[in-house]
Every structure is written in C-alpha cells, then in structure tokens.
C-alpha cells in the first residue's frame, strides 16, 4: 500500500490507477422505462426525465435534445412553419463511405441535414428559427446545411423577422472537404448582411457547439445565451491535450468558462429558455436599415 | 504530382515562407504590431508595404525559417490575438482605402489553452464577417499550407490564388485519417479524397488562379505576383464598392 503511494503516473494525461473512473454498474431495467444520465450516471425514469425537458432531475445536466423536440419546447403550439424541409445532404467529392453514412444519419436522426429551418412564434412574436440536429452526424455543418443557415438569414432579412438559432456542432464536415469549410465564409456573410440591416439574432448554443460552427455563426449573435455545462469551443479538449501533452484546467471549454471570460451573455437553464427568448424578442424592435 | 506529393511540398523545410514573398514582392514595408487588446501574435505579420505607385496593406502567416524562429512563431498558428491584429490592420486599410494583400500558410489556428479562453473561435468568425464587407479589394494568396479555418481567418477574399502546390483543406490528411479510419498511416488516401490541391480548388470554385512556381528562390514567381497582383489591385479599384461586396458575397454564397 506504502508504494502505491509513490507510483508516479507517467504523465499529467495518465490517470493515476486510483484516479480511474468506475463504470457505472449495469442496471437490469428496460431502457425505455429508465435512462443513465450521462452526468451523474444514476437511472433516470426515462418519463421524469421527458416531463424535465430532459434535464436530469438528480444533477441538473442537460441531455441532448433533438431538434424537433427543441422546437415543440421553444415554439408556441402549433406555429412552427418549416421551410426547405425537403433539401438533403449530398456527396458532392464522391468522398469514400460517406453516402452510407449519410442515409445512416436519416434513419439515426429522422431528419433530411444536421438543421432545421423555418420560421415560428416565441411567446406571440414571431421569428425565424434554426435548430441544429446533434443526431445528424453530430450537427456537422456540410454544404446543405450552410445553405438552409444562409438563406434563413436572407429570408429573415427579407421579411424583416429576428432570427432564433440553437447550435449543436461537431464542425465542419469533413467528408464535403472545402466546401464544408465555405459553408463558415458564406453563414458568416449572411449573417452580417442581415445585422448590417438591422436584424436581431439570438444564438442559444447547446452541447457540443465546437470547430467550424463556433467560429462562425455561432459566435455572431446580438445576443448569446448556452446550456449549462455546454461544451462550446473551437478544438476539442482532446485535440488541445494531444497539441500541447498538458493536463488542462477544469471546465475549459464549457459554458461557465466562456462566460466568465466574456464570450457568451448569459447561461439560461432549458426550463427559462423559452422566457428569456420572448423578452429579448420583445426588447428588440426592428430598425431598418438601408442595405 | 498527385495530392500527398503537394502535401508534402507545401509543407518542406526550405519552401518559401511568408517574409520572402513580402521583401520579393513589395517596397518599403513597415511591419505594424499588436492587436490592441491582449498582444502582438509572431505567427500573423501585418504592415503596409509599397507595390508601384500605391500602398497596400500586407498580412501575412509566418512560419520562421530557423528553428528559433518557428518556435517564435508557434509554426504559423496564430492565437486569436493574431486575428485580431490581422482585423485591426484590415479596418485601418479601409479607412485609408488601402487594397488588402493576405499570404496564408499555416497549418491551422492555435489549438491551446490561451487560445480557447481568449475566444479563438469568436476572433476567426469576427474575420470572416468583417472581411465580407471590407469596402477595399482583398486578395488572399496561399502559399503553403491553408489549413482549415485558420486559413480562412485571413482569407475571406474577393480572389483566392494558390501557388501551384499550395493547398487547402478543411482538415489535415493526417487528422481526417485518423478520425475516419482510425490510421494515420492512411494520410495519403486521404489527401487525395479531400481535394485539397490546387486545381481541385479551381474545379471546386474556391479558387480563382494557380500560381507557378519557378526552380531556385522563386524569383520568377514574385515578379510574376508583383505584376499580377498591379493588375489585380488596378482592376479592382476601378469597381464601385457595392459592386464588389456584391461579388465577393455571391463568390461565396454560390457555393453549394
């Protein structure tokens, strides 16, 4: 025992054997009576757990949502009209697995792109509203979905509507090649032309909201609210450990951690999201700008 | 050359880096330091630099050419207190009307601790929005490695010129291997499945030109950039503003 003690592990990223995480011990109850919160990893009545907006009724953390389940949390009944539903994710470098990929994350997901758009009312006012799907390949960002972001924006200009966005991004998609990495040029674009005619934007980033996506559209709200605990960054923390073969500070990364460091305005718990969305959609009213 | 050999050129010890293409190219450049906020980035140089009759501002990703020098410049890879010298310099052009001159290689964006809780992501979309609608010509010039989004933090341009075996992509192949097949050693498949080089690039509309590459220092090469760049700069000018953000947008929008 004396010399455990004095095993060194061999590196900061080398957990000491004590330090090691136990697995959370296998409970024998149907999954779809009960879910594992992946934050405190005791069972949850999976039907406690949908009356929570899926927010762990034991430890607060905020499982992730689908984006249809986000738009019947956030869209007053009844108002949600969707718009482009119906454009699908294509293969344009003929990039090796990736169409099975593809038909794989609409069968995973139930949706045609990793976001849906359209436009809704938030507490009566009405918006346009983008919600990214982390089930879609984890909301990566390939061509289609710029585009649907792009032309909601344009849209919203047109109509002279706020947009209402909630990210959920691994990034770019790396299987779209250059053109997924054009995708943050031109969301980007969209979104300064529509501000520059005085539209308000209101982002909610959600876990994981990561590479391509926070530096782009992400982070360009009026406004910039997060999830609690949400990763939100633009490397992983296992990219930056493998960079810099440093043990990094806790909670790099997560909302608490931009906030203190002044990159988001606000952490607002899911059960006063869809509050805080009406205010600010009251607070600002349009003016216009010439374009 | 297939696409691992260019990987491998843009990324050689003795290419050219961002200083010999400014002295090659320009007169009387006066390196501008410091982002205003936090510090001045090695990895991003950023001055005004006389081309002819008129001034340009010059941005530029620097590797270092010694090993003291790279590690200086952390290898090109910028912290976001880069991209922003870079924005600062871009907005000062603007207000003098300066036409706007970027030479990007790097192999991507700092990934840090410093750099994430400075805002590395918030300071590249802040580029990409500005630049957008910068009222002056930018053209970006890729000369070695244009990794990801820390290339296009300084690139968001009305063209985009990549030397001959330059390239661009939205990951490294190494990375893009090892995340999709769990193998590294694949780098080179993955190389070629990107379509990073630079006439994939033109095929792709993401690139307007490709730049030769002459045999010893390239001096050829800078004359050729020093005329064309005139001509580019000359012809641009000539455009009303709108005229050109309405361009440079669509060049972007366009791509679906």
Redesign the interface.
């Known amino acids: 025992m004396i010399k455990g003690l004095f095993k060194k592990p061999k590196n900061d990223l080398e957990p000491s054997v004590s330090g090691r995480i136990e697995k959370p011990a296998e409970v024998n109850i149907p999954h779809e009576l009960c879910t594992v919160c992946p934050g405190c990893k005791k069972s949850v009545f999976s039907s406690d757990l949908q009356e929570n907006d899926y927010v762990c009724p034991n430890c607060g953390k905020h499982l992730r949502l689908n984006a249809r389940q986000r738009i019947h949390m956030i869209a007053d009944p009844e108002s949600f009209q969707e718009l482009w539903a119906d454009m699908a994710g294509s293969d344009p470098?003929g990039?090796?697995?990736y169409e099975e990929k593809l038909r794989a994350a609409e069968l995973a997901s139930r949706e045609m792109e990793s976001v849906v758009t359209g436009t809704a009312r938030i507490g009566k006012k009405p918006t346009a509203l983008f919600v990214m799907e982390p089930a879609f390949m984890m909301g990566s960002m390939g061509?289609?979905t710029?585009?649907k972001i792009?032309r909601l924006f344009e849209y919203a200009a047109e109509k002279e509507l706020p947009v209402v966005g909630f990210t959920a991004s691994g990034g770019?998609?790396?299987q779209?090649?250059?053109?997924?990495?054009?995708?943050?040029?031109?969301t980007?674009?969209?979104?300064?032309?529509f501000?520059?005619r005085g539209g308000f934007y209101l982002a909610v980033l959600t876990d994981p909201t990561t590479?391509?996506v926070?530096?782009?559209?992400?982070?360009?709200a009026d406004v910039i609210a997060a999830e609690p605990d949400a990763l939100?960054?633009?490397?992983g923390p296992r990219?930056?450990e493998q960079?810099?073969r440093?043990k990094?500070?806790p909670g790099?990364?997560r909302a608490e951690?931009l906030l203190k460091?002044?990159?988001i305005d606000k952490i607002v718990p899911r059960s006063e999201q869809k509050k805080f969305i009406a205010r600010m959609l009251r607070a600002h009213r349009r003016i216009r700008k010439e374009a | 050359m297939n696409a691992k050999d260019r990987v491998a050129a843009a990324r050689a010890q003795d290419r050219p880096t961002a200083g010999k293409y400014i002295k090659g190219i320009f007169d009387e450049f006066t390196e501008l330091h410091g982002d205003r906020c936090f510090g001045d980035d090695p990895a991003i140089v950023g001055g005004i630099a006389r081309l002819g009759q008129s001034y340009v501002t010059v941005i530029a990703q620097e590797k270092g050419t010694t090993t003291r020098e790279r590690a200086i410049r952390n290898f090109g890879s910028a912290h976001p207190e880069g991209y922003r010298k870079a924005l600062r310099l871009m907005k000062q052009a603007e207000k003098f009307g300066r036409p706007v001159v970027t030479f990007v290689d790097t192999s991507g964006a700092f990934c840090g601790i410093g750099a994430e809780e400075r805002g590395q992501g918030q300071a590249i979309a802040s580029n990409l929005m500005e630049m957008m609608v910068l009222k002056v010509p930018v053209l970006a010039i890729f000369i070695g490695e244009g990794g990801s989004g820390g290339a296009l933090g300084i690139a968001v341009a009305d063209q985009v010129w990549m030397l001959e075996n330059a390239f661009y992509s939205v990951i490294s192949p190494e990375g893009c291997a090892s995340i999709l097949w769990k193998d590294p050693a694949r780098a080179p498949e993955a190389a070629e499945c990107l379509k990073l080089t630079a006439g994939d690039l033109m095929d792709l509309s993401v690139a307007e030109r490709i730049i030769p590459e002459s045999e010893g220092g390239f001096q050829k090469t800078f004359d050729f950039l020093k005329e064309e760049i005139g001509a580019f700069i000359a012809e641009k000018q000539q455009m009303p503003v709108d005229e050109l953000l309405r361009e440079r947008y669509h060049k972007f929008r366009k791509i679906q």
């Open positions: 470098l990039f090796p697995e061509t289609v710029g585009e792009a770019a998609r790396m779209e090649g250059m053109l997924s990495l054009m995708q943050m040029a031109k980007s674009g969209a979104v300064k032309r501000s520059d590479g391509g926070t530096a782009s559209f992400a982070m360009e939100i960054c633009f490397a990219v930056i960079t810099i440093q990094l500070p790099l990364g951690s460091n002044g990159f």
